[in-house]
């Protein structure tokens, strides 16, 4: 069966119909015409995958990895990053218009990306000790896809990839500790690159100034970080901040030796302990952001959220909405639920501008960040 591609939709889904059903096809690009397999549905709408471009989109360019298909780190490896970050934007305006129901669009700014291919400066290795076999997971499986060199990753942890020795014996002690991922029989290993070194399951490091370390949640494109952090300082406004999910500080410490009173809050305990070295002057809570939200009463010049995938719990949005504060910055790693939180935050508030960081360059994950002005305040 043959498909023309409509457009992308999130997830790097090519979208396309034959009669009334809803088809979608990884690996494809606008305008494409491709012949197709059906994999199965879910959901209303049938999977399949591509068996042969017969009309390729100009935007098409070869996989820089020879593992693409093969290993599951990546799976957008089939444009230019400056193509990448426009049609990931095109993805999120059309969410807008689907999910949050916007008629007329907000102002895009131009997208953030870097051109360097090296980007990635954290990564889980899974290990199998039974042979010293190291690599990612296949696409889709739980299999064990070798891996000697990565693109991708940064230098210090490529070289580490092909190096192994140190990779292995950090895996052997964790394996003497019971850590073992017992689905898989392998055993996971998290780093992150710093200014200076990597950390290996946990070891403190700098990063960009920061203190990190790889066994909590910090960027993995340290390349493309400093815009998105001075897009969210040039937009904060105001003499009280409420930094929620606030992580290692990441945005806490952008007001560091303000006059300014700065809330930071983070349910995940070994976040908030960096987050005090990181941000000592901002207020810090260990607290699940739901709960803590009903504490405050208002009074907050400025909102910064920065939630999971999963965005915001339905709680924290009519919070959101009863403080209405004069601004809230949403950092956004998924477009589906931002534009469900902003279906109901647009009774309030409309979107000032929007900018996408396109931190994952060869997947398909998204990273944007919305401003948004509450109705009649200024």
């Known amino acids: 069966m043959a498909l023309t591609i409509e457009k992308l939709v999130t997830g790097a889904f090519g979208l396309a119909h034959d009669g009334g059903r809803t088809c979608l096809v990884k690996d494809v690009l606008p305008g494409e015409r491709v012949e197709v397999s059906e994999i ?30 093969v290993c599951g780190g990546c799976d957008f490896q089939i444009v230019s990053r400056r193509d990448s970050a426009l049609l990931k934007q095109e993805s999120i305006k059309d969410n807008l218009r689907r999910i949050s129901g916007l008629e007329k669009l907000p102002v895009f700014l131009e997208p953030a990306f870097t051109e360097s291919l090296a980007y990635r400066s954290r990564v889980r290795l899974h290990v199998r000790l039974s042979d010293r076999t190291i690599g990612f997971l296949g696409r889709e499986s739980s299999s064990l896809v070798p891996v000697t060199h ?7 942890i490529d070289d580490l ?8 014996e950090h895996a052997r002690r964790m394996m003497f500790s019971n850590k ?21 399951d946990g070891n403190d490091v700098t990063a960009l100034g ?4 790889s066994g909590v949640f910090f960027q993995s494109n340290l390349l493309l970080l400093p815009d998105l952090l001075s897009f969210v300082k040039e937009n904060a406004a105001g003499s009280v901040v409420m930094d929620l999910y606030s992580g290692v500080g990441t945005f806490s410490r952008l007001f560091e030796g303000e006059e300014r009173t700065v809330y930071a809050v983070e349910k995940e305990k070994r976040c908030l302990a960096l987050s005090k070295v990181n941000a000592p002057s901002a207020r810090s809570f260990t607290a699940d952001v739901a709960l803590f939200s009903r504490r405050v009463k208002g009074g907050v010049d400025t909102v910064i959220v920065d939630p999971p ?37 647009k009774k309030r508030y409309a979107i000032e501008k929007a900018k996408v960081f396109d931190f994952y360059p060869g997947s398909s994950h998204e990273e944007s960040c919305f401003v948004l002005s509450a109705v009649g305040v200024t």
């Open 150 to 156: 990565c693109p991708l990753l940064t230098k210090r």
């Open 180 to 200: 073992v991922n017992r689905r898989t029989g392998f055993v996971e290993l998290a780093l992150q690159d710093g200014d200076d070194e990597v950390s290996i």
């Open 40 to 69: 199965g549905s879910k959901g209303g709408a049938c999977f399949y995958e591509p068996v042969s471009i017969l009309e390729t989109s100009p935007m098409r360019i070869p996989p820089v990895c020879p593992l693409y298909g």
């Open 309 to 345: 995938r999963t965005g915001l719990h339905p709680s924290v949005v009519e919070m959101l909405m009863s403080w209405n504060s004069p601004k809230i910055i949403y950092v956004s790693c998924d477009s589906t639920t931002f534009c469900r939180d902003y279906a109901v935050l």
């Open 161 to 168: 990839l092909s190096e192994r020795c140190t990779i292995l």
């Open 210 to 213: 920061y203190l990190v370390n």
